[in-house]
């Protein structure tokens, strides 16, 4: 077991649509002194539904999941007052400023040893954040994206193909707003077509492919 920290016990809920990595981390801090584990999910919305029922101190979350991911779940559950962990293998500067930008209180990845995530949750039960000193200084160095957030939304559509119309359809905009979208982020980034433009904002870890 690791070593006491002291304080009432934290209550937790843990979402990874991962299962065995979900139950290898229920079962590794239930074994930690102070840390009580009150709840499982494996989506966005299973892990709302367990704050809603159970109202646990902290939700540590993974970020891709399906349905209701990990960053419009921790928008949801920061509202009953549960303080939210985002725990995932992502490292892009700009899925760590979407999760703080949600309410995250920490932003740490799937490596951290359960002792030092243990240590962390407590600090967080205490007031304090917390983010990754590597993936923090990431971010710093990375620029600030200089998309909307309908702009980002827009490109993200764009890197598969998918049409005009369809991102029109897909976003319940008409045509003629999706393309002054397209139009902005264009000259945002420098880019000569729509499709430059969302590799531009791939590689700068502005939008996630």
Not at 21 to 42: F, H, K, M, N, P
Not at 54 to 64: C, F, G, N, T
Not at 76 to 81: A, N, Q
Not at 187 to 203: D, Q, T
Request: net charge negative; proline share 5%; hydrophobic share 45%.
């Amino acid at each position: 077991m690791g070593e006491e920290i002291g304080g009432p016990e934290i209550r937790v809920i843990v979402a990874d649509d991962e299962a065995t990595i979900r139950s290898a981390l229920e079962e590794l801090l239930a074994l930690r002194t102070g840390i009580e584990i009150v709840g499982g999910a494996d989506d966005g919305k299973a892990a709302i539904d367990l704050v809603r029922a159970h109202q646990p101190d902290i939700a540590l979350l993974d970020v891709e999941m399906p349905g209701v991911d990990g960053i419009a779940a921790c928008k949801s559950i920061v509202e009953f007052g549960t303080k939210v962990v985002i725990l995932t293998a992502s490292v892009k500067a700009s899925t760590m400023r979407e999760a703080m930008a949600a309410g995250a209180s920490g932003y740490v990845t799937k490596a951290t040893p359960v002792d030092e995530l243990t240590a962390i949750l407590f600090k967080i039960r205490d007031g304090q954040s917390f983010v990754d000193p590597q993936l923090a200084a990431e971010m710093v160095r990375a620029p600030e994206s200089p998309l909307s957030p309908r702009e980002a939304d827009v490109l993200r559509l764009v890197l598969p193909g998918t049409p005009v119309a369809d991102i029109a359809d897909e976003l319940h905009l008409a045509v003629g707003t999706v393309r002054n979208y397209l139009s902005s982020a264009m000259s945002a980034l420098g880019a000569r077509n729509r499709h430059e433009a969302a590799k531009l904002a791939v590689e700068r870890g502005w939008i996630e492919a």
